[in-house]
Every structure is written in structure tokens, then in C-alpha cells.
């Protein structure tokens, strides 16, 4: 949500507790709120692939 300056006022957070539900309803209308703050005319799902590497688990639990 960066862009030109406004007389932005700090409201609130979304917090894990919200999104974790999974709820449908209420995950579209926050990306609807929220897709009308930043200017975009639509919302686009993005696939994103990562390369990732598995790395050894290095801890000793005998300690």
C-alpha cells in the first residue's frame, strides 16, 4: 500500500486471529477494503515460486 503521500491515520492491525478463521466472507471484503486504498483497479492472484533448500538440523538435544 506505498504511494503518493496522504493524510494517512493509523487505525488498526490486521492480526494473525482474523486471517486464521479462514473465512471466506470476511477475507474478501479486507482484500476489498483494502484493494480500494492503494488505487488498483483489480485484485490479481500471483503465483510465486521460490527455490528452497532443506538445511541440516545442526542442534543437539543430549546437551
Same mark, same amino acid.
Given at each position: 500500500?506505498i504511494g503518493? *503521500?496522504?493524510?494517512?491515520?493509523?487505525?488498526g =492491525?490486521?492480526?494473525?486471529?482474523?486471517?486464521? =478463521?479462514n473465512n471466506?466472507?470476511t477475507?474478501?471484503s479486507?482484500?476489498?477494503q483494502?484493494s480500494?486504498?492503494?488505487?488498483y483497479? =483489480?485484485i490479481? *492472484?500471483?503465483?510465486?515460486?521460490?527455490?528452497?533448500?532443506?538445511? *541440516?538440523?545442526n542442534? =543437539?538435544?543430549d546437551r
Open positions: 500500500m503518493l *503521500p496522504t493524510d494517512f491515520r493509523h487505525t =492491525h490486521i492480526g494473525a486471529g482474523e486471517v486464521a =478463521h471466506a466472507v477475507l474478501n479486507m482484500q476489498n483494502m480500494s486504498k492503494g488505487g483497479k =483489480h490479481s *492472484p500471483v503465483e510465486v515460486q521460490l527455490n528452497v533448500i532443506d538445511l *541440516p538440523n542442534s =543437539h538435544t
